[in-house]
């Protein structure tokens, strides 16, 4: 079965401190994998994807397959960071839905 | 990044009657569109797929006649809530994606639905 977890709800760091969401999935094949963002009364939108394999807002990602993880990193974190993040993933063939994880409230405090 | 505008945004509906909410892909051609349920920060739940001029697919557990999906053209995709109870409020979100490969979906702002 196909699926994404994200183990934290919330995730409190102060300001310039590091920050690793993390995001494991599990899916028989070779999914995408995908970080969306969701900020206070705003849509979701997306951050990054792994294929892209690219560094947005500081933020990176990498899939580990042999862990089936794609944990989000930022080495220093700022204030309007703080956001709701979910981790998706989306399957081969399957007509380009996306599966989300729970997500995890990222806080950063001053 | 392509636009994606979901109306109304908020509405309140009596117990029993019907809602509508609108999907639309404003600057792109979306073959694909993604109908999710989010409760409050929770995940977002997928509900349907819908392709242009065919019928929905429905995910496992959503009932396709209290939840009517029309993908008549490219840029529209109609949700209709039938008969709604207080348990079909929620936050309902679309997005739309376009027909070339690897594509991004885009996410429409959201509606919020409150049934009285």
């Known amino acids: 079965a196909q699926r994404v977890t994200q183990p934290e709800k919330l995730l409190s760091v102060f300001k310039g401190a590091p920050v690793e969401l993390k995001c494991n999935y599990s899916y028989s094949g070779s999914p995408e994998l995908f970080w969306y963002v969701q900020y206070s009364r705003q849509r979701l939108q997306l951050l990054l994807r792994?294929?892209s394999r690219e560094s947005i807002k500081g933020f990176t990602a990498d899939l580990n397959k042999g862990e089936t993880s794609f944990h989000l990193k930022k080495p220093f974190a700022q204030e309007e960071d703080s956001a709701m993040y979910y981790c998706?993933?989306?399957?081969?063939?399957?007509?380009?839905?996306?599966?989300f994880g729970q997500g995890t409230e990222l806080s950063v405090k001053p | 990044g392509a636009v994606v505008s979901q109306h109304p945004s908020r509405v309140i509906c009596k117990s029993g009657t019907s809602v509508k909410i609108e999907c639309r892909s404003l600057d792109f051609q979306a073959t694909t569109m993604f109908w999710y349920r989010q409760f409050p920060k929770q995940s977002l739940m997928l509900m349907a797929t819908s392709n242009e001029g065919s019928k929905a697919t429905y995910e496992q557990g959503v009932e396709k006649d209290k939840f009517l999906i029309n993908h008549a053209s490219l840029t529209l995709s109609t949700l209709t809530v039938t008969s709604a109870h207080p348990e079909d409020s929620s936050f309902y979100i679309c997005?739309?994606?376009?027909?070339?490969?690897?594509?991004?979906?885009?996410f429409g702002q959201g509606t919020r639905l409150t049934v009285v």
């Open positions: 792994h294929i």
């Open positions: 998706a993933l989306r399957g081969y063939n399957q007509g380009g839905k996306l599966i």
């Open positions: 997005s739309a994606r376009g027909g070339w490969q690897n594509t991004e979906a885009f």
